[in-house]
């Protein structure tokens, strides 16, 4: 079982420009979230996927979007690129069982840095 | 909201003996999820243990335990017998599970542990 899988592990992108990273969960697993977590600091949710629509969203803006395909893997996407948006970016999968979700596991995140 | 507090940034510890990593939240709901989560220079979150808040019983993982006092809402995590493979960022994690525990996960600012050979 390969576990939860990003990529890529490192990029650096220019003020304004966009970036969009991937995820692909881990096996048997149908829900994905992202987290956001800055240097020092914990991570912070960025949304929720689960059957290919947004189902929960945290205090983050509409530069952040997403998208999870039939085969339950993800994107991260982020608009407009800030210096502030510099942080490791990471997925979480986890299952949904009986109206319940699984605890969730964690890729080796993608480390942004924004110049 | 939901707001998870550690208030510890950094504890030391020598190795094979006892740490206590401390927790507090702040909620009112009464159904939801507590997790330690391990994080080493790998960058990984690793699930250290969980606790049901409905259940009274102390999760115990081999080495890691809890007190899980739900009245202070206080979560902390007990690693007996340290060991250098421990050394790591600790994140206190709350999940609510009231609609169906799709929640996403409300961490902590982490405390880094040390351990000292």
């Known amino acids: 079982d390969a576990g939860v899988t990003q990529s890529p592990t490192h990029l650096i992108k220019t003020r304004g420009q966009q970036v969009t990273l991937r995820c692909s969960p881990k096996?048997?697993?149908?829900?994905v979230s992202w987290y956001q977590q800055a240097l020092g600091q914990g991570p912070q949710f960025i949304f929720q996927y689960y059957e290919e629509e947004e189902r929960q969203r945290g205090n983050f803006p509409d530069r952040f979007s997403g998208h999870q395909f039939p085969n339950y893997s993800s994107e991260l996407n982020v608009n407009a690129l800030l210096l502030g948006d510099s942080a490791l970016y990471l997925c979480a999968s986890s299952l949904e069982t009986g109206g319940f979700s699984t605890e969730a596991f964690f890729g080796q995140g993608t480390r942004l840095t924004v110049v | 909201a939901q707001t998870v507090t550690q208030s510890q940034p950094e504890m030391s510890v020598q190795e094979a003996e006892t740490v206590t990593l401390s927790c507090t939240y702040d909620?009112?709901?009464?159904?939801?999820?507590l997790f330690w989560y391990k994080q080493p220079p790998s960058r990984q979150m690793i699930l250290v243990i969980r606790?049901?808040?409905?259940?009274?019983q102390n999760a115990t993982e081999n080495r890691f335990s809890v007190n899980f006092q739900k009245a202070a809402k206080s979560f902390s995590l007990k690693i007996s017998d340290s060991q250098l493979g421990d050394a790591a960022m600790y994140f206190c994690a709350y999940r609510s599970n009231q609609g169906g525990g799709a929640d996403g996960l409300t961490f902590g600012k982490g405390t880094h542990l040390i351990i000292q050979p």
């Open positions: 606790q049901e808040a409905y259940k009274q």
């Open positions: 096996s048997g697993h149908d829900t």
């Open positions: 909620t009112s709901e009464s159904d939801y999820y």
